[in-house]
């Protein structure tokens, strides 16, 4: 059974910034593609970011510029650097990875951003 464990989170002012550590219980070269999801109060879970084994990045135009997924295959990690924070960006953010037809999620971490 794979775990991901994300920590991280915290109270930012806007503006600030944060860094997220995605923890996988399996080495992350045996996963397609990794990414970082969140979820608002209300709303429905939004993708925000994706990089694949290769290291191809993606973004999710609302973090376009602000935000930085990054893996370090040594250590089984996933990082979601963000600056710049908004108060629109306060969310759950959850860890994801996905292997042939399977997908994996994290618990969640809470990031509120708010002065």
């Known amino acids: 059974q794979v775990q991901l464990v994300e920590s991280g989170g915290g109270l930012v002012q806007p503006g600030g910034s944060l860094r997220l550590s995605c923890a996988a219980s399996q080495s992350i070269g045996s996963f397609i593609v990794m990414g970082w999801y969140r979820q608002a109060p209300g709303k429905q879970r939004e993708w925000v970011a994706t990089?694949?084994?290769?290291?191809?990045?993606s973004y999710a135009g609302f973090v376009k510029g602000r935000f930085t997924i990054s893996r370090e295959n040594t250590k089984d990690m996933v990082y979601l650097q963000m600056n710049s924070l908004k108060p629109e960006d306060t969310a759950v953010y959850y860890c994801n990875a996905g292997r042939g037809t399977s997908t994996y999620w994290g618990q969640g971490t809470q990031v509120t951003v708010s002065s």
């Open positions: 990089i694949t084994s290769g290291g191809f990045t």
